[in-house]
């Protein structure tokens, strides 16, 4: 086997998901977006239209680059937030996953450095790992990175990062922060992939502009419609500087030709007469109930020497333990009373902290939240 595969690693979320189809687990391991947020009938109707209007351009080959009215959506979608962009550095991929496996491909020499968040997305760290590459974690406090940190990443190939609602930690990076950020990373040639499959999902109030905006040159943006419409339509895309985008567009050419054209076709018909701006926020009003669910629950239920945080946004809670605890040993006992979570070990690249935990909460019902966290508090207790 090739040198590269010893560095693929099995998904440790992916490992406990299947722990969590036994019958009577309650899962708050995986970062799935609720079923029930999914708009059927809407993907219904918009199937029959696509197959009714196109058929043959929509069952046949198509650009690599991706459907021309979709990748204009997005420039539009993007412009109203602050990004100058043009359709012509859309790139839809196949999931926003398939993005970073691209900028990895195409930035990432083997023993070359990459930085990250300390914790960081797992999928990122997987997607990275092939390429061989020296990962880092940059300094971070309950804000995100410190921009003061970012010096000791001079020289890497690039900046990961997910400022919106964080997975794992559910973190929002603020406006002012931010700013410092990108002054920072521009400071010592620094470009940043940014991340933000989450941003759609604040409870109160929308986040702060996206890094690319104050940076636009040196960022490359990726997005998706996993958790705003369905996850299985596997759909994603990134928007690139000029000067980068066609390596981006040869290595997806050489991935997989073009993401299915009929999704894209489906998805724009859905959206292109403005349904997310009713959709998206039913689906903040329920994952919004669900938090105020768990922050309850934690409070009622966890012993003295827990902390977390209270997202403002996203999916998760990201919970630390006593010192001592290994959330990894504690997994199985919590599993055997009838609750899953994600050990937190898993999310950091370096000096992994295993009294750390990451709970979703938007596939649980309030009932079941509160009697989940009941049962790992009742595990947790067993172990302190």
């Known amino acids: 086997m090739a040198r590269r595969a010893e560095r693929m690693n099995p998904s440790l979320i992916r490992e406990i998901l299947k722990v969590t189809e036994q019958p009577g687990i309650i899962s708050l391991a995986g970062g799935l977006p609720s079923p029930d947020s999914f708009p059927v009938q809407a ?7 696509v197959l009714r209007d196109q058929p043959h351009a929509a069952l046949q080959y198509a650009a690599s680059e991706g459907f021309g009215p979709l990748r204009e959506w997005v420039a539009t979608e993007l412009a109203a937030q602050g990004l100058t962009v043009d359709a012509s550095q859309v790139l839809v991929t196949t999931g926003s996953q398939q993005g970073l496996d691209l900028a990895g491909k195409v930035l990432i020499d083997a023993g070359s450095t990459v930085a990250v968040e300390s914790p960081t997305y797992l999928g990122a760290l997987q997607a990275f790992a092939p390429y061989e590459p020296q990962i880092v974690s940059v300094a971070c406090d309950a804000e995100g990175p410190v921009p003061q940190g970012l010096a000791q990443a001079r020289g890497a190939r690039f900046l990961y990062m997910l400022p919106n609602f964080q997975n794992p930690s559910g973190r929002c990076i603020g406006e002012a922060r931010r700013v410092e950020l990108v002054h920072a990373a521009r400071a010592v040639a620094l470009p940043i992939v940014e991340d933000n499959p989450y941003g759609d999902l604040w409870f109160d109030a929308p986040p702060p502009a996206p890094l690319a905006s104050r940076w636009a040159e040196g960022t490359i943006y990726l997005g998706s419609f996993s958790k705003v419409l369905a996850p299985g339509l596997r759909l994603g895309y990134l928007i ?38 009713d959709h998206v926020p039913t689906i903040r009003a329920r994952y919004k109930a669900q938090r105020d669910a768990m922050r309850a629950a934690l409070e009622r239920h966890l012993p003295p020497g827990c902390s977390w945080n209270t997202p403002s946004g996203g999916m998760f809670f990201w919970v630390e333990l006593p010192v001592g605890v290994d959330a990894v040993a504690l997994l199985p006992k919590a599993v055997l009373r009838g609750v899953a979570f994600v050990p937190g070990a898993a999310f950091f690249a370096s000096d992994a902290r295993a009294n750390t935990l990451r709970l979703s909460f938007v596939t649980a019902s309030p009932l079941q939240i509160e009697r989940g966290i009941e049962l790992l508090a009742q595990t947790l207790m067993e172990q302190t």
């Open 43 to 49: 993907m219904r109707e918009a199937t029959q239209r």
């Open 240 to 277: 690139a500087p000029k000067a980068v985008y066609p390596k981006l567009l040869q290595a997806k050419q050489a991935a997989d030709l073009h993401t299915p054209g009929f999704n894209q076709r489906v998805v724009f018909e859905v959206i292109r007469d403005g349904f997310l701006r």
